[in-house]
């Protein structure tokens, strides 16, 4: 069994600055990757940033130049820096992590934390 845990929302104001944590525990034997999502009220869920092992970060457009995504393997845990912070960048932050066991590789989802940029 695998347990997901995302920590590090809150209220900020615009162009405030917040940084969001994510730990995967459990039965598996590496992290092949872990990504970022989002959802915002009446939206669909969607892509942030994402980190695979021994690659590179990638990011929604929306983001660019304002959030950074980090990992460190020893611990199983990725990182969300995230800048200058919008009011369309509220929403409850979702970490998804892909683990191996194995021959197998499978998803699993945080319960989110709320991210609210409010004046």
């Known amino acids: 069994q695998v347990q997901v845990v995302e920590s590090g929302g809150g209220l900020v104001q615009p162009g405030g600055s917040l940084r969001l944590s994510c730990v995967a525990s459990?039965?598996?034997?590496?992290?092949?990757?872990m990504d970022w999502y989002r959802q915002a009220p009446g939206k669909q869920r969607e892509w942030v940033a994402g980190?695979?092992?021994?690659?590179?970060?990638v990011y929604v457009d929306s983001v660019k130049g304002r959030f950074t995504v980090s990992r460190d393997d020893a611990k199983n845990m990725v990182f969300l820096q995230m800048n200058s912070l919008k009011l369309e960048d509220t929403a409850v932050y979702y970490c998804?992590?892909?683990?191996?066991?194995?021959?197998?590789?499978?998803?699993?989802w945080g319960q989110g934390t709320q991210v609210t940029v409010s004046s």
């Open positions: 459990g039965s598996f034997s590496s992290i092949s990757r």
């Open positions: 998804n992590v892909l683990v191996r066991a194995g021959f197998f590789e499978d998803h699993h």
């Open positions: 980190i695979a092992s021994g690659a590179g970060a």
